[in-house]
Nanobody, 115 residues
């Protein structure tokens, strides 16, 4: 099993920044993809960004140029740097990791962008 623990969410004003972290533990050998999804109230969960390796990343169009995903394999941790945040970025953000054919999920962290 893979355990994922997110941190770094909170309340921020529009235009502000937050950095989310996702610490992986357990059977982490063989993880191929890690990423972030988000779900806003009344909306479907959507992929925000994922990363296979340095330079091999994928972003939701609405966050391109504002969010940056990265992985620190030595620390078994993934990050999502979020800049120029907008109210529409408000959601619960979930970390996920794919190992083989199985996806593992974190518990989620709330991000609220409001003045």
């Amino acid at each position: 099993q893979v355990q994922l623990v997110e941190s770094g969410g909170g309340l921020v004003q529009p235009g502000g920044s937050l950095r989310l972290s996702c610490a992986a533990s357990g059977n982490i050998i063989g993880i191929s993809v890690m990423g972030w999804y988000r779900q806003a109230p009344g909306k479907q969960r959507e992929l925000v960004a994922d990363i296979i390796s340095v330079g091999n990343t994928n972003y939701l169009d609405s966050v391109k140029g504002r969010f940056t995903i990265s992985r620190d394999n030595a620390k078994n941790t993934m990050y999502l740097q979020m800049n120029s945040l907008k109210p529409e970025d408000t959601a619960v953000y979930y970390c996920y990791a794919r190992r083989g054919v199985q996806d593992h999920w974190g518990q989620g962290t709330q991000v609220t962008v409001s003045s």
